[in-house]
C-alpha cells in the first residue's frame, strides 16, 4: 500500500519555524520526485517546492524562496520542508505527494500520490 505521511505541522507566531517531515513506503522511493504543496481556506491548492528524486534539483515559489528549504533523506524514505520567517500568510494546511520523474522536479503536472495533510497555523 503507497502512503505519503506528513508530519511536524502545529502553531507557530510570525518569524517562527516548522520543519515538516514526508515519509513514504509502498513505492521505490528513489525513482520519485516529491512535492509540498499547501491550500489555505478559500483559496486553491497551490505549489510550494519539490525535489527531485536524488535530491540534486530543487524549486521553490517566490513566495518562499529564501524562507523554506527541503531536503530529502532517500535511506529514510522522507522528505523535509524546513520553514522559517514563517508568516501569517503561510498558513494553510501542506500536502506532499510524489511523482515518477528523474532529475528534475515541477510543482506543476499531475502527481501519483498524495498525503492526507499537516496544518500550518501562523499567528500574528
Known amino acids: 500500500e503507497v502512503q505519503l505521511v506528513e508530519s511536524g505541522g502545529g502553531l507557530v507566531q510570525a518569524g517562527g519555524s516548522l520543519r515538516l517531515s514526508c515519509a513514504a513506503s509502498?513505492?521505490?522511493?528513489?525513482?520519485?520526485?516529491i512535492g509540498w504543496f499547501r491550500q489555505a481556506p478559500g483559496k486553491e491548492r497551490e505549489g510550494v517546492s519539490c525535489?527531485?528524486?536524488?535530491?540534486?534539483?530543487?524549486y521553490y515559489t517566490d513566495d518562499v524562496k529564501g524562507r523554506f528549504t527541503i531536503s530529502r533523506d532517500n535511506a529514510k524514505n522522507t522528505v523535509y520542508l524546513q520553514m522559517n520567517s514563517l508568516k501569517p500568510e503561510d498558513t494553510a494546511v501542506y500536502y506532499c505527494?510524489?511523482?515518477?520523474?528523474?532529475?528534475?522536479?515541477?510543482?506543476?503536472?499531475?502527481?501519483?500520490?498524495w498525503g492526507q495533510g499537516t496544518q500550518v497555523t501562523v499567528s500574528s
Open positions: 505527494a510524489a511523482v515518477r520523474r528523474y532529475y528534475t522536479c515541477s510543482v506543476t503536472g499531475s502527481y501519483a500520490y
Open positions: 509502498g513505492f521505490t522511493f528513489d525513482d520519485y520526485a
Open positions: 525535489i527531485g528524486n536524488s535530491g540534486g534539483r530543487t
